[in-house]
Structure formats: structure tokens, C-alpha cells
């Protein structure tokens, strides 16, 4: 499938299947017209990738795990596996957002901002 067709199917544009294909997400082969040419379930896996996204893995992470995730797309127990170490992830993130959140507010109305907070006492 030439990626104009590719893209249609997936929803993406033909540059976005092209930085796909530069990070290694997905592979066509070359045509020797020049045209890469994909196979078909590569659309599967766009979406699959699509998905990933929104669930807040980063690209490159989908592009470290993805040979593991394309052999075996549906394992629920590695994805419950992956998903478990995002969320372990979100938590300790959402602890240094808090932590960011009180420091900004303990310096607020306190002129410069920006100037290292003074010991209590």
C-alpha cells in the first residue's frame, strides 16, 4: 500500500507516517519507482500507536517497546504490565507537580519570586 493510501486509511498525514518511519515505528519498502510501499497491516498498527499516544506514552517509548508490542498486540498481561509502570509513573510526576504547586504558592506575594526562599525562622 503507497503511503497517500496508507494515510487516508490510518488518518494521519503522509509526513507523519514519514517521522514515524524515521523513528522506526513503522518500515515500507521502497518501490523502484522511489515509492515506499507498506504492508497492509501497517494501518492496524498506526492506530495502535494513535492509541498509545493518547494513553500517554511518548513515541519514543512506543518505539522502544514496539517490536515487543507488534509480535503480541493484544497480550493483556504485558499491556496491564505497561500500564501499571505508567501509572507509577503519573503518580511520582503528579508528586513533583504538587511539590512545584506549594513551593510557587508559599512565593507568592512575596516580591521576587524567583529569589531563593529564605529559612523560617
Known amino acids: ?9 490510518a488518518g494521519m498525514t503522509k509526513d ?3 517521522f514515524y518511519e524515521r523513528l522506526g515505528l513503522v518500515t515500507g519498502r521502497r518501490l523502484p519507482n522511489g ?9 492496524a498498527w ?11 506514552f511518548s513515541l519514543a517509548e512506543i518505539a522502544r517497546l514496539g517490536e515487543e ?5 493484544d497480550s493483556a498481561e ?4 505497561l500500564f501499571e509502570e ?11 507537580l504538587a511539590a512545584l504547586r ?6 507568592v506575594g512575596t516580591g521576587c519570586p524567583l529569589r531563593a526562599a529564605r529559612p523560617a525562622g
Open 35 to 43: 515509492y515506499r510501499d507498506f504492508p497492509p497491516e501497517t494501518v
Open 86 to 96: 505508567k501509572i507509577t509513573l503519573i503518580d511520582a510526576r503528579m508528586a513533583e
Open 1 to 9: 500500500m503507497l503511503i497517500g493510501e496508507l494515510a487516508a486509511q
Open 16 to 18: 507523519t507516517i514519514r
Open 69 to 73: 508490542l507488534r509480535d503480541a498486540p
Open 102 to 107: 506549594a513551593e510557587l504558592d508559599t512565593r
Open 46 to 56: 498506526l492506530l495502535y500507536v494513535r492509541t498509545a499516544q493518547t494513553l500517554g
Open 78 to 81: 504485558r499491556l496491564s504490565a
